[in-house]
């Protein structure tokens, strides 16, 4: 984050009007952004829901073709021009109807990766329904940085404080044995 997106909250932002945070975007901050984008995620993911065919949510997911508008969002901000209250939702959710539109040009015209080629076996579940065995790379990676930030919080304890926190959490130690060991 830039130096633009110190000195608020993003609660804060949340009270701030779409032309307000564009300014801020267009100076740097991010958190700025990504209050613009919570604002209209919403109703986005419900039209990009609403539009998908349940052939081609096997293929690709809602939050994908969200992601992907708020990258090439994020790539024009400097062309967009504000035309009042929502009018970047109303820009945003043109973005999400070409990404939709990319998606089934994708997958529906294509004939190796064609719905229509796909076979259907009986009453089974869409495997987008069943849980994976294993964690999903996002998950992954969220728990890595959750992880890194409880590395850094563990960090600025002072000594004693983390090697309790140590037994408790790493060697499984209770509370009461914890503190007879400390």
Known sequence: ????????????????????????????????????????????????????????????????????SYVTALQRIATFEHGGDGSFGRWLAKIVEHKIRDAVRWYVRTAKRGLGREVSHGDRPDTVDLPGSTPSPSQVAM?????????????????????????????????AEAAVRM
């Open 1 to 68: 984050m830039g130096a633009a997106g110190k000195g608020r909250s993003p609660e804060e932002k949340g009270d701030l009007s779409d032309e307000q945070l564009l300014h801020r975007v267009r100076q740097g901050d991010e958190d700025a952004f990504c209050a613009l984008c919570e604002r209209y995620s919403g109703l986005l993911q419900a039209r990009i829901r609403s539009r998908l065919t349940p052939a081609l949510r096997r293929k690709v997911g809602a939050s994908d073709i969200l992601q992907e």
């Open 143 to 175: 728990a890595d940085e959750l992880k890194g930030l409880a590395h850094a919080a563990l960090a600025e304890l002072p000594p004693d404080y983390r090697e309790v926190v140590r037994l408790i959490q790493e060697q499984q130690h209770s509370f």
